[in-house]
């Protein structure tokens, strides 16, 4: 498909891609390995009603994860084939887009937005509805790809070519983040967020290739140029005026 087809990020295109989910060889197998390195960065749950929203949830990844872990894992996505299979995963599954969660504000300990904020026309309204869905203190894992050249020479032009690369047309590049406006905005929301670099490990891709490897390591990287993570915490909100304390507090005899 032309890197300019209008038929690009077309979320009709996951209808065609249910089996693809969980298929740890198949057209999302980097999901799976994404998946895997989100959960490297997740604190095991506090408590048994601890909550894990998973943005854009697709088929449900996150699932053995989040279980693993010992959150609640509620997933939130538009495609309803995608969301028939995660919640066969144990996913509680919400039909609503990421824009407007009908979830209630401060409902989860983790938010996870995971190769979701490429495929909106609005990536801030995105990181808006996870930061108002997170407890002060709540967790915050993202990925996507960056809004550069080099990204759509690599996630785009060649990696459609590859096989076992993503599904042909399921990026739009028109669409990749920002990243500096990404940060801006994690700022303004209360988010305190940091971007690194990623990468599959080259010696997993190859015994992956040869079938020796279900899952390949993602390494960080200082370039965030091509596919980044994003780790953050929402911060806790400043004091009224009234209570500030400036300096140690004192205790008057
Ligand atoms: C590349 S998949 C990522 C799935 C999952 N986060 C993962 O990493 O395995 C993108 C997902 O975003 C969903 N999606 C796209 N736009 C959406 C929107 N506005 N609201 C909710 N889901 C959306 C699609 O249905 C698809 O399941």
New binding site residues.
Partial sequence: MRIDDPRRND?AQ?DGLTDEWWQASGG?AM?HW??AYRAGHIPPAAGPGAVLV?L????G?MAPHAARLGYRHVG????AS?LDVAARHGVLAVRA???AVPLRDGCADVVVA???LE??EDDVAVLAEAARLLRPGGTLVVDAIAATRLAEVVAVRIAERVPGGPPPG?HDPRLFVDRRRLLAAADRLGLDLRLVGLRPSVRDVLAWRRGRRDVVRMRELPTTAVLFAGHGRKRDPAPPPGERTIGPARTVG
């Fill in positions: 979320l996951y999302f999901l994404l998946a998973d854009a949830c697709g088929g990844l939130v996505d538009l495609t995608g887009s990421v824009l995971g190769e979701i495929h909106v399921i």
